[in-house]
T-cell receptor, first 115, second 110 residues
Framework: NAGVTQTPKFRVLKTGQSMTLLCAQD?????MYWYRQDPGMGLRLIHY???????AKGEVPDGYNVSRLKKQNFLLGLESAAPSQTSVYFC??????????????FGSGTRLTVV | GEDVEQSLFLSVREGDSSVINCTYT??????LYWYKQEPGAGLQLLTY?????DMKQDQRLTVLLNKKDKHLSLRIADTQTGDSAIYFC??????????FGKGTHLIIQP
């Protein structure tokens, strides 16, 4: 019962470096989300996807790109990391269907520091 | 736009009840949620309530929803030291995910 798995769990980047955060879910969920959490700010939506091959911008998309080439994976990319992107990143997924409650499942987070 | 507001801190004595309040703006919200986050950990779903309900009880947790005033509350009975955490209120409108409040830090006094 893996649920939502995020890799890596921790990472330190230098300003200007690039990296990709991976989110994988094994629940056959249609919807996937990337959030960032900053002290005193709660969680803010970066990008989301409502299905394989589709992505959409959330509240704070600048500086990030995403891809959903496979239904089970949602990748978050930082092309040129900046110190303002130091944060904890959470991935989540949700199933869909009418008349049935589908909850959100969150990963355990990736703590990213940009120096 | 959507907005969810919560108080930043709540301090209670061990054994007392804790009441964490939340207001939201999106009247089309279908579900409202309470999440708990302990230091250095991820988000744990505590409970949720569908928008056509007024109240939901689950052991020590009671959720009250006033849809007219767009007000949601979480009551934790007999608060224990293990309840010390940040509590997030969140609303769900459509496919574009959850909108979270900034979180309420629950501090337990011995």
């Amino acid at each position: 019962n893996a649920g939502v798995t995020q890799t890596p769990k921790f990472r330190v980047l230098k300003t200007g470096q690039s990296m990709t955060l991976l989110c994988a879910q094994d629940m056959n969920h249609e919807y996937m989300y990337w959030y960032r959490q900053d002290p005193g700010m709660g969680l803010r939506l970066i990008h989301y996807s409502v299905g394989e091959g589709t992505t959409a911008k959330g509240e704070v998309p600048d500086g990030y790109n995403v891809s959903r080439l496979k239904k089970q994976n949602f990748l978050l990319g930082l092309e040129s990391a900046a110190p303002s992107q130091t944060s904890v990143y959470f991935c989540a997924s949700r199933g869909t269907g009418s008349g049935v409650y589908y909850g959100y499942t969150f990963g355990s987070g990736t703590r990213l520091t940009v120096v | 736009g959507e907005d969810v507001e919560q108080s930043l801190f709540l301090s209670v004595r061990e054994g007392d009840s804790s009441v964490i309040n939340c207001t939201y703006t999106d009247s089309s919200s279908t579900y409202l949620y309470w999440y708990k986050q302990e230091p250095g950990a991820g988000l744990q779903l505590l409970t949720y309530i569908f928008s056509n309900m007024d109240m939901k009880q689950d052991q020590r947790l009671t959720v009250l929803l006033n849809k007219k005033d767009k007000h949601l509350s979480l009551r934790i009975a007999d608060t224990q030291t293990g309840d010390s955490a940040i509590y997030f209120c969140a609303e769900r409108g459509g496919a574009d995910g959850l909108t979270f409040g900034k979180g309420t830090h629950l501090i337990i006094q011995p």
